[in-house]
């Protein structure tokens, strides 16, 4: 068994050997390395066909027409390109744009709707609930005659807690109000479907789901259109939406990933979920740990508990011997409580107590009881030593 134990998979995944050969073939001479958007030699065609399979393989695990997909960087590109693109084309220049979304949602939208609001927005930020779910009622409440867009995620990063999306984006259409869904954590991880959700514009990302890094895409909503005003530009591509010379082999790959979660996504699921409860029944010894989040509706592989007494800062450095985190990748470089935490009611002292651990498709039963009985092992130490100096 390898050394640190992975389990911060909601962080970023490997990328799955599958992929990384799928990807190999569009790097070299030898393999289709032209530009996709070169259309006149064979070496462009091949690429550019290459570029719309995948685009196809992203679409259908989402069930989106391939047409509805724009390739991004990543699902941070993905969530400024739809809040502030929506805001750009269909902004009243006489009206004040308004915009609701939630206190939790991931720093990519959190940050760009306060850049927003320094450039003539207002925004509603709505507080979750202890588990960190965000009712529809209150997105009805918020929502004004001037409210533009909403944006709220699917799954949350931290908790793993999943949002009735379907039920708030019902509401929106009927008031004919845009709905961005951050789908970055939910796809390949729960069954997600743009019609039954319907949402406008939805962010995804590769390398949450076994694909590269550095590549993305957005679901844009079709029939009718919906309009976003590109954020990038530089020879109109992906239908005007986002310019760029597209890296053929990430596109590729992200399109294998999607692919692959597809064809094992309830059998992943199961699986993790059994790998959660030998995990906690692997720490059940210990008092005083609480679960953030929901208790049913979540994702699997998302665990975030406190740890009563211990800081998380210094759990983590006892568990070195596990790759672990104390909250979101993008928020890691702070030494403040997590927002995620402190959002859903923890006191300031329960939210430094928090670790996120986090499993995926290359966990095994071996690393979750050597990752239980580490934390264990650890959390005893830490409060004896507590105890001692007392």
Known sequence: M??????????????????????AGYLTLDGVFGNPASRSHGYGWQAEAAVENARRQVAQLIGADPREIVWTSGATES???????????NRNRDV??????????HKAVLDTCSWLEAHGCDVTYLDPDTSGQIAPVQVEQALRPETLIVSLMLVNNELGTVNDI????????????????DAAQAAGKIPVNVGELQADLVALSAHKVYGPKGVGGLYVRRSPDVRIDAQIHGGGHERGMRSGTLPTHQVAGMGKAFELA?????????????????????????????????????VPGIINL????IE???????????????????????????????AIGLSEARAHAGLRFSLGRFSSEEEVDFAAGQVTSVVQRLRERRRTSA
Do not use: W
């Open 262 to 298: 597809g064809e094992v996504l309830a059998s992943e699921a199961a699986r993790l979920e059994a790998l959660r409860g030998r995990f906690l029944q692997g720490i059940a010894g210990l008092d005083g740990v609480s679960l953030n989040g929901h208790e049913t509706d979540r």
């Open 166 to 181: 379907a039920s708030i984006g019902s509401i929106l259409r009927n008031r004919g109000v845009l709905f961005h869904v």
């Open 96 to 105: 004040r744009p308004h915009i609701i979304t939630s206190s939790i949602e």
């Open 312 to 342: 998380a800062e210094s759990l983590m450095l006892g568990l070195r011997e596990l790759a672990v985190s104390s909250g979101s990748a993008c928020a890691s470089a702070t030494m403040e409580p997590s927002y995620v935490l402190t």
């Open 79 to 89: 969530d400024n390109l739809a809040i502030k693109g929506a805001v750009d084309a």
């Open 2 to 23: 390898k050394t640190p134990v992975y389990l911060d998979y909601a962080a970023t995944t490997p990328v799955d050997p599958a992929v990384a050969e799928t990807m």
């Open 306 to 309: 406190s740890f009563d007494g």
